[in-house]
């Protein structure tokens, strides 16, 4: 059965403490992996897609990689407006699958 | 840059009572999605369309819940009538690419309370 697992459910990091989220997937025939920021209230952001294994994506403090069973979010000094819910997602033919994303709090 | 219009944003109603939902794709996205997000969980497909074709609905409860896209681009969610377990996100979502690509860009989203 396809699925998406996400851990942690919550992370808090201090400002400039850097961490990072994992995303673990089982798919058949996997189309991409997504990952995506959702603010509370407001609809999810996209960030990146990563397509096949070793490969890497990077925004300003955010740099996503992928590998044949699961994908990392990795915040390098992260800063108190990266607070929010990253969610991953995987697609498999036409169907994206959603984890139920990772909390995270960044504390000044 | 390109967005995804949903309305409302918010909505407030009571049981039994109908409710409508609508999304304006970016345009020139073929595929349009509308998930239900509850609170602390990931979305969760309810339809599929590609131009004005249902291409998944298997997870819309079509006792209640009923979905159009008449002209291919905008679309209409609808439930009639509500529940109290309704009470959710309703995510619209567009994309441009096929089945070997593309990523789901989404609406703000439209915020259901059942009384």
């Known amino acids: 059965e396809d699925q998406v697992t996400q851990s942690p459910e919550a992370l808090r990091l201090q400002e400039g403490e850097s961490s990072s989220l994992n995303c673990s997937y089982t798919?058949?025939?996997?189309?991409?992996l997504f990952w995506y920021r959702q603010d509370p209230g407001k609809g999810p952001e996209f960030l990146f897609t990563?397509?096949?294994a070793g490969e890497e994506k990077e925004k300003e403090r955010l740099k996503a990689t992928l590998t044949k069973k699961e994908s990392f979010l990795h915040i390098t000094a992260p800063k108190p407006e990266d607070s929010a819910t990253y969610l991953c997602a995987v697609k498999r033919t036409y169907k994206y699958i959603f984890g139920t994303g990772t909390r995270l709090k960044v504390l000044a | 840059e390109a967005e995804v219009a949903q309305s409302p944003r918010y909505k407030i109603t009571e049981k039994s009572q109908a409710v409508a939902f609508w999304c304006d794709p970016i345009s020139g996205h073929a595929t349009l999605y509308w998930y239900r997000q509850i609170l602390g969980q990931g979305p969760e497909l309810l339809v599929q369309f590609q131009d004005e074709s249902v291409v998944d609905d298997s997870q819309l409860p079509k006792d209640r819940f009923s979905a159009e896209r008449l002209k291919g681009v905008d679309s209409t969610l609808k439930i009639q009538p509500a529940e109290l377990g309704d009470s959710a996100m309703y995510l619209c979502?567009?994309?441009?690419?096929?089945?070997?690509?593309?990523?789901?860009?989404f609406g703000e989203g439209s915020r259901l309370t059942v009384l």
């Open positions: 979502a567009s994309s441009s690419g096929t089945a070997n690509t593309g990523e789901l860009f």
């Open positions: 798919v058949s025939g996997l189309r991409g």
């Open positions: 990563l397509y096949s």
